[in-house]
């Protein structure tokens, strides 16, 4: 069962402004991680973060992770037209067996 | 580094008919491979987790006769779409693991697109 859901569904947003996605899921988890998918393309990993870590930066990507709250965001700087794209949220659940669950997915629209 | 690739791309075939898809990873031994499900606009959804040697592990709901897995080697897992229909036009992408893996990373596919006529 898919256990993230993520908001918004769909962005839209000016080049140079930021984009803020969040995601929920259910379970206990090792880490978290998210993804991009440019239309009907496969998936390309952004960052993993750790179930023991709170915050982690990748060039103008940044996550954060709460625990007690079961929540994550993705935020991401000075935005361009080449990200636009959907950005998933995936869990892998504590003794899940390396299996990742997937979110609903967020479509960005960065327009120029 | 770590690159996954799908063949076909894209197929298209008559219901009834047999498909396969097949995941490699070219520079790395993939001793975990996952087959995943994606409806347009809609999310990944886990079919089965295949390891090398070893049957493959069905998520609940998917049938194990119609999607079968072989995963023959460390470098090459096979989908197979049994008895095709409309309703299992789709994209299916794969992903692989290596192990060791510190991080967990998964290496993604870039997809097939099945569609049944």
């Known amino acids: 069962s898919q256990q993230g859901e993520e908001d918004p569904q769909a962005l839209s947003i000016q080049e140079g402004e930021n984009a803020t996605m969040n995601c929920s899921y259910k379970?206990?988890?090792?880490?978290l991680q998210w993804y991009r998918q440019n239309s009907g393309r496969g998936l390309v990993h952004l960052i993993l973060i750790r179930s023991n870590e709170r915050e982690k930066h990748s060039g103008r990507l940044r996550v954060t992770l709460d625990t007690s709250k079961k929540s994550s965001s993705l935020l991401i700087t000075a935005s361009r037209a080449a990200d636009t794209a959907s950005y998933f949220c995936?869990?892998?659940?504590?003794?899940?067996?390396?299996?990742?669950?997937f979110g609903t997915g967020t479509q960005l629209k960065v327009e120029l | 580094g770590a690159v996954v690739s799908q063949h076909p791309s894209r197929v298209i075939c008559k219901s009834g008919t047999s498909v396969k898809i097949e995941c490699r990873s070219l520079d790395f031994q993939a001793t975990t491979m996952f087959w995943y499900r994606q409806f347009p606009k809609k999310s990944l959804m886990l079919m089965a987790t295949?390891?090398?040697?070893?049957?493959?592990?069905?998520e609940q709901g998917v049938e194990k006769d119609k999607f079968l897995i072989n995963h023959a080697s460390l470098t090459l897992s096979t989908l197979t779409v049994t008895s095709a229909h409309p309703e299992d036009s789709s994209f299916y992408i794969c992903s692989a693991k290596s192990h060791p893996n510190p991080y967990n990373e998964q290496f993604f596919g870039p997809g097939t697109r099945l569609t049944v006529l």
């Open positions: 379970t206990s988890i090792n880490n």
């Open positions: 295949s390891n090398e040697g070893s049957k493959a592990t069905y």
């Open positions: 995936a869990t892998e659940r504590a003794g899940g067996g390396n299996k990742l669950t």
